[in-house]
């Protein structure tokens, strides 16, 4: 499959790009503003809003597929690429990307990957552009082939067709309280995130954390239907480290005080602490998570920050550094890789979530789908935005869809046998 021409087009992020370092030293709010200055390298304020480059590849029959390029919402947060420019990625892709895209065949998904994402002067390509050509690169693969995304994923990948649905995950953004209830009314599988990212939302030694997560617990009882027991996971951005302290026996110490508190439910706790590197991330969580495992503790960590790349997911699966490894899609770069760490942690018997971030865009999040599908990943978030329903809804109807895509095949390969 040819590809003739490519086309490349400005976009918006479906939510911000904010500076974490900034917003956790403890600045102040205006409206939806953050007062005081940047901290983080690249910022022109705290908040920028999301922006996106689209990439079109026009294939031999005239059809255009399209994939985005953007960043994650904390960019060049815990070894993560730098704040997203979409003047310089322009350039870089214009230059060095289209050329090999028109060099390509496209009906051959991972061939094509190898083949455009090679180093360019001795450095690998922005995590961006291959985020975004990729997720171009699977939509053509698929349109040869005239199959679903989810399919292509399959075959290059040696695996049987999906059956099951992969558990969604809503995260609620600052409207904490309206957005849970919208979660236990639409019957989320895992939720509400919480954005626990500042002192203010963490409290003195973790208790307005604590009682927020009891009210949570209360609240799914309270208007959720009888049998709904969701899966409540927390991202709390590093700070029982920076409350509580970073040694291990103590952050485990809490980590239980909290599961302890919502007898019944399971309890993810996303980035207890950020050790400064990955190395040290790795050796620090392997040891929260052998004092979890030790106790029976209803609880599970999560590491994002310090985890990347595919490179970085295979460390902390080998090391068993994480009860699930958030495989946050834009910051892996190519979709290929995405799938690829969903593998790796099924190896190595670690949970798998397909994350990503709000400052994606709804083609972004429909690719992530056919990956988390076909992979099996134990779990997928509800994106892009911050607004609940409508990340949910582009997730979830995108999968609901694919699995009916896929019966419906394997009902005629039955009938025709």
């Known amino acids: 499959m040819q590809i003739k021409d490519v086309i490349l087009t400005r976009?918006?992020?479906?939510?911000?790009?904010?500076?974490?370092?900034?917003?956790?030293?403890?600045?102040?709010?205006?409206?939806?503003?953050?007062?005081?200055?940047?901290?983080?390298?690249?910022?022109?304020?705290?908040?920028?809003?999301?922006?996106?480059?689209?990439?079109?590849?026009?294939?031999?029959?005239?059809?255009?597929?399209?994939?985005?390029?953007?960043?994650?919402?904390?960019?060049?947060?815990?070894?993560?690429?730098?704040?997203?420019?979409?003047?310089?990625?322009?350039?870089?892709?214009?230059?060095?990307?289209?050329?090999?895209?028109?060099?390509?065949?496209?009906?051959?998904?991972?061939?094509?990957?190898?083949?455009?994402?090679?180093?360019?002067?001795?450095?690998?390509?922005?995590?961006?552009?291959?985020?975004?050509?990729?997720?171009?690169?699977?939509?053509?693969?698929?349109q040869a082939a005239k199959s679903t995304m989810s399919e292509v994923v399959c075959r290059e990948f040696g695996l049987a067709l999906p059956q099951?649905?992969?558990?969604?995950?809503?995260?609620?953004?600052?409207?904490?309280?309206?957005?849970?209830?919208?979660?236990?009314?639409?019957?989320?599988?895992v939720l509400p995130h919480g954005l626990i990212n500042a002192r203010t939302k963490f409290g003195a030694d973790g208790q307005t954390f604590i009682d927020f997560v009891k009210w949570v617990a209360r609240r799914v009882r309270q208007i959720g239907q009888p049998e709904y027991t969701p899966v409540l996971h927390f991202d709390v951005y590093g700070w029982i480290g920076l409350e509580i302290g970073f040694d291990p026996q103590k952050i485990s110490d809490f980590i239980c005080r909290v599961a302890d508190t919502v007898p019944g439910f399971i309890v993810n706790i996303e980035s207890p602490a950020d050790f400064g590197s990955t190395q040290a991330q790795v050796d620090n969580y392997a040891k929260i998570v052998a004092i979890l495992d030790s106790r029976g503790a209803r609880a599970r960590v999560v590491v994002d920050e310090q985890c990347n790349t595919l490179d970085d997911v295979r460390l902390f699966a080998e090391a068993k550094a994480a009860h699930l490894v958030q495989?946050?899609?834009?910051?892996?770069?190519?979709?290929?890789?995405?799938?690829?760490?969903?593998?790796?942690?099924?190896?190595?018997?670690?949970?798998?979530?397909?994350?990503?971030?709000?400052?994606?865009?709804?083609?972004?999040a429909r690719a992530t789908v056919h990956v988390s599908v076909a992979t099996q990943a134990d779990m997928m978030l509800a994106k892009p935005g911050m607004g609940v329903d409508e990340g949910l809804t582009i997730v979830g109807n995108e999968q609901n869809r694919l699995l009916a895509v896929l019966e419906r095949a394997r009902t005629q390969t039955g009938n025709n046998a």
């Open 11 to 142: 976009g918006n992020g479906a939510f911000f790009y904010d500076d974490q370092a900034a917003i956790r030293a403890g600045v102040n709010n205006d409206g939806f503003l953050y007062v005081g200055e940047p901290l983080t390298p690249g910022f022109p304020s705290i908040r920028v809003p999301a922006s996106c480059l689209s990439v079109g590849l026009v294939l031999a029959d005239e059809t255009i597929v399209w994939g985005d390029m953007m960043g994650v919402q904390y960019s060049g947060a815990g070894g993560r690429d730098p704040l997203f420019d979409v003047d310089q990625i322009k350039e870089l892709t214009t230059q060095v990307v289209v050329p090999r895209l028109l060099n390509a065949d496209a009906g051959r998904f991972l061939e094509a990957c190898s083949s455009t994402f090679q180093p360019f002067e001795g450095k690998r390509l922005p995590l961006s552009i291959e985020y975004g050509v990729s997720q171009a690169l699977l939509s053509a693969a698929a």
């Open 164 to 189: 099951h649905r992969v558990p969604i995950y809503c995260q609620s953004g600052d409207a904490r309280e309206i957005n849970v209830d919208k979660m236990i009314l639409k019957g989320v599988d």
């Open 327 to 364: 495989i946050k899609a834009p910051d892996v770069g190519s979709i290929a890789d995405t799938a690829q760490a969903v593998l790796i942690c099924k190896a190595n018997h670690v949970g798998a979530y397909v994350g990503g971030s709000c400052s994606e865009t709804e083609i972004s």
